[in-house]
T-cell receptor, first 114, second 117 residues
């Protein structure tokens, strides 16, 4: 099985712009979670999507949003970018089998805001 | 709220030796899941080992094993016969049970492990 894929791998944006990141989960996985990783704050949960519905959300401002499509692919959007949004954004997919709770991660998207 | 603490920001070990990374957590839940993830310089987050809180037996995956002490809320990772490829950042993570089937991971700040030749 192919792993989790994320595009693009690297992005450079300017303050005030918006950005969209994409994540394709492992085939058959319907749960997709997003995390932000920064040197100062570590890894923080952004949100989780399952069957096109957001079912869990972390403590981030409304500038951070996401969605999931019928094929389980997910996108996250950050509007009005701030310098502090510079981070590695990780996507993880998980099986919906109740006995299978592991999350498998993509390679991440490195976002730099200048 | 649950928290995860990794008290060792950096560690080093000689190749072929054994090293133990510490992790403690705080929760009022009785059932939960614990994980160790590895993040090498490539930044790819890789699942190393997992433990269900209701299982008393410590999980083992090849050279990796855990010492799970539920009462002490401790979950340490032991790496035996360390290899150069084990050089990475190691994260301890906690997940609540399937409340609404959520998959939210709560993370420690990580331990940077260097394996020296």
């Amino acid at each position: 099985k192919a792993g989790v894929t994320q595009t693009p791998r690297y992005l450079i944006k300017t303050r005030g712009q918006q950005v969209t990141l994409s994540c394709s989960p492992i085939s058959g996985h319907r749960s997709v979670s997003w995390y932000q990783q920064t040197p100062g704050q570590g890894l923080q949960f952004l949100f989780e999507y399952f069957s096109e519905t957001q079912r869990n959300k972390g403590n981030f401002p409304g500038r951070f949003s996401g969605r999931q499509f019928s094929n389980s692919r997910s996108e996250m959007n950050v509007s009005t970018l701030e310098l502090g949004d510079s981070a590695l954004y990780l996507c993880a997919s998980s099986s919906t089998n109740l006995s299978s709770y592991e999350q498998y991660f993509g390679p991440g998207t490195r976002l730099t805001v200048t | 709220a649950q928290t995860v603490t990794q008290s060792q920001p950096e560690m080093s070990v000689q190749e072929a030796e054994t090293v133990t990374l510490s992790c403690t957590y705080d929760t009022s839940e009785s059932n939960y899941y614990l994980f160790w993830y590895k993040q090498p310089p490539s930044r790819q987050m890789i699942l190393v080992i997992r433990q269900e809180a209701y299982k008393q037996q410590n999980a083992t995956e090849n050279r990796f094993s855990v010492n799970f002490q539920k009462a002490a809320k401790s979950f340490s990772l032991k790496i035996s016969d360390s290899q150069l490829g084990d050089t990475a950042m190691y994260f301890c993570a906690f997940m609540k049970p399937h409340a609404g089937n959520n998959r939210k991971l709560i993370w420690g700040l990580g331990t940077s492990l260097a394996v020296n030749p």
